[in-house]
């Protein structure tokens, strides 16, 4: 959160778990008919894509969930509500490939915490509902100690097919994370190097024989008033001692690094890159809330905020892909009521940025509610995907949205029809289609060029995107380049407005009408403030391999709402 966290770093303290599957339209065959698949599951890092070695390298996407196992009663949220298993297939039902599992480092330390049941535990914070909850739902782990129930979540999800990314949220259990908590960098109270090593070590060992924990994440989010970067290259010590610790002790895992600040800042790789004695499994983690801006979203311009951020990730993280490492945007989410203005705002623009650059993520959280957060019994997580008893997604229209991201949009190495584009659209979580001039799914998104002089043209014809009169479906027309109707310009401080000139002269930006028709508006909210909502006009021009839209011309023209269009060109 780049330095001026304001008064929204209490709820920094976001905790949180990741969990990995692959979610690889390919991968999914090969699960389905190998059984050794799953077993020799081991991550690589190729470039900036992470990639499955076994299976001819071919890239493997992160799309997990954080479930939280790191609060006061360490153990994994929701044993009370629902059994294990049913948890674990529902993350897989709601498309997610991998978890995010956080955990409190002094589970692997202490080993009179790590040694007392669960029933011990939930009962000493006088959660006896809880206690009755898991004796309904999980009677086999009520009264194991809870390095065992933390064992049997991670079979549980090994055992169907959820990759998993361990990840240590803290040391002492609790809500995480505040600037002096005392968990926040090399030398607080309760982060002493030497003993978060050895933990990481033991946690490395413990779980080598699970197939699909493919990554750890070393530590969450660095930060509090000991961190600078002199002390961090002080303290890069441990870290890479650690690094080293975890690959030497388990090979196959991706070891996962953050940086500081809350884990917003990792500019300082761009001149001191981190460097260590093995290659091809270093991921580098990257977190991203509305509240990392204050209340930026609702008090300034969206396309302001969100093109000034979008150069802030670039800085402080983005130029890590171009220096061949993945970047894991392990936590960012939002307050899934919709009521939160400042988050539907942040939203849009982090999806338009994910969906470009294809990130591995991991969405906070899982949790539909608490055994015990801050004081505060069975506290509902209005960022959660599961509800209050952890039985139905909490919205699912908010789980449709973001669902393109759960695909690859890139699959470099496996692509059948090469490199295109396709138009995406933020707001809706929409493409536009191969067989309308309408947003649909991106499964089925047309396939498009699109040309240094600004032409969107579909591949393989020489039929372009062709502004219109205000108010009407762009056209789909050939005279392309020949006027400026046909020249797409990514304008406003976002860059994700496309601008075209109609043929009156008349500056106008793609929008979308109330049927999720593509048409040409007058451009808005250029610089209104925050009551002007860009985000209908809102699109992103993506690279892609993976959508095989062969969007043959004939089926264009034949297709009643273009054919018009087409022949008024
Ligand atoms: C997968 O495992 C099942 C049960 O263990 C077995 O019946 C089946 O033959 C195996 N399939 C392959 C392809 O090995
Ligand atoms: C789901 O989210 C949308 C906006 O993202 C909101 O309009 C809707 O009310 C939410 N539904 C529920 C049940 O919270
Ligand atoms: C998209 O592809 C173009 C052409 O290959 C490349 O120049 C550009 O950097 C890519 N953009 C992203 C975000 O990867
Ligand atoms: C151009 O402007 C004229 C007059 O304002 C209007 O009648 C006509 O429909 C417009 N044409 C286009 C392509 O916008």
């Known amino acids: 959160m780049g330095g001026a966290f304001r008064s929204y770093l209490l709820f920094l303290l976001l905790p949180i778990l990741l969990i990995l599957h692959a979610t690889i339209l390919h991968n999914h065959c090969h699960h389905n008919n190998d059984n050794n698949t799953v077993a020799d599951l081991s991550l690589f890092t190729n470039s900036r894509w992470i990639v499955d070695d076994r299976n001819n390298g071919e890239r493997v996407k992160l799309s997990c969930v954080n479930w939280v196992s790191h609060l006061d009663a360490a153990v994994a949220e929701g044993l009370s509500k629902q059994p294990v298993d049913v948890i674990s297939k529902k993350i897989l039902e709601m498309g997610f490939n991998c978890v995010r599992l956080t955990y409190p480092l002094f589970l692997f330390t202490d080993d009179k915490l790590g040694s007392t049941t669960m029933r011990q535990s939930l009962q000493k914070l006088g959660l006896s509902g809880s206690v009755a909850g898991v004796q309904v739902n999980n009677p086999s782990l009520v009264d194991l100690p809870l390095v065992n129930v933390f064992q049997e979540v991670v079979s549980n999800l090994n055992k169907n097919n959820v990759m998993i990314i361990l990840d240590n949220h803290l040391s002492k259990p609790g809500w995480c994370c505040n600037d002096n908590d005392g968990n926040g960098f090399f030398g607080d109270l309760y982060f002493d190097p030497e003993v978060w090593v050895e933990g990481i070590g033991r946690v490395a060992s413990m779980f080598k024989g699970y197939n699909n924990v493919v990554g750890m994440s070393l530590r969450n989010e660095l930060r509090g008033s ?42 300082f790789l761009q001149t001191n890159p981190v460097s260590l004695s093995f290659s091809n499994k270093l991921v580098f983690e990257i977190h991203w809330y509305g509240f990392s801006d204050g209340d930026d979203w ?27 490492y993945p970047l894991f945007m392990s936590e960012w989410g939002v307050d899934q009521r919709g009521t939160n203005d400042n988050d539907n705002r942040y939203l849009n623009c982090l999806l338009g940025l994910a969906a470009e650059y294809d990130l591995d993520w991991a969405l906070w959280t899982l949790v539909g509610s608490y055994y015990y957060r801050e004081g505060v019994i069975g506290m509902e997580e209005s960022y959660g995907l599961l509800n209050w008893n952890w039985g139905e997604p909490r919205n699912s229209s908010f789980l449709k949205k973001i669902s393109p991201l759960q695909s690859p949009f890139q699959a470099p ?56 009169k205000v108010h009407m479906p762009v056209r789909v027309g050939t005279m392309c380049g020949e006027d400026s109707s046909s020249k797409w310009e990514a304008i406003s401080a976002s860059k994700m407005h496309l601008s075209s000139k109609n043929k009156n002269d008349t500056i106008v930006c793609l929008d979308i009408d109330s049927k999720n028709i593509i048409v040409t508006n007058i451009c808005k909210c250029l610089s209104e403030g925050y009551p002007c909502d860009p985000s209908s006009q809102w699109f992103k021009v993506i690279n892609s391999t993976s959508f095989s839209i062969a969007p043959p011309i004939i089926g264009l023209s034949q297709h009643p709402v273009l054919e018009g269009f087409i022949s008024n060109s």
């Open 226 to 267: 000991r961190q600078n970067l002199k002390t961090w290259y002080k303290y890069v010590y441990p870290l890479k001692t650690c690094a080293e610790r975890v690959h030497a002790t388990n090979p196959s895992v991706l070891v996962i690094i953050s940086g500081l600040n809350y884990d917003l800042d990792l500019s």
């Open 298 to 324: 609702i008090t300034g311009n969206s396309n302001e905020v969100c093109g000034r951020v979008i150069d802030r990730i670039t800085n402080n993280a983005l130029f890590l892909l171009d220096q061949g």
């Open 413 to 468: 190495g496996l692509s059948s029809i090469g490199e295109h584009r396709v138009l995406f659209h933020p707001a809706t979580g929409l493409c536009m289609q191969s067989h309308s001039l309408s947003l649909g799914p991106c499964s089925d998104a047309v396939a498009l060029d699109y040309t240094p002089e600004n032409i969107l043209s579909v591949k393989g014809t020489n039929h372009c995107i062709q502004a219109n």
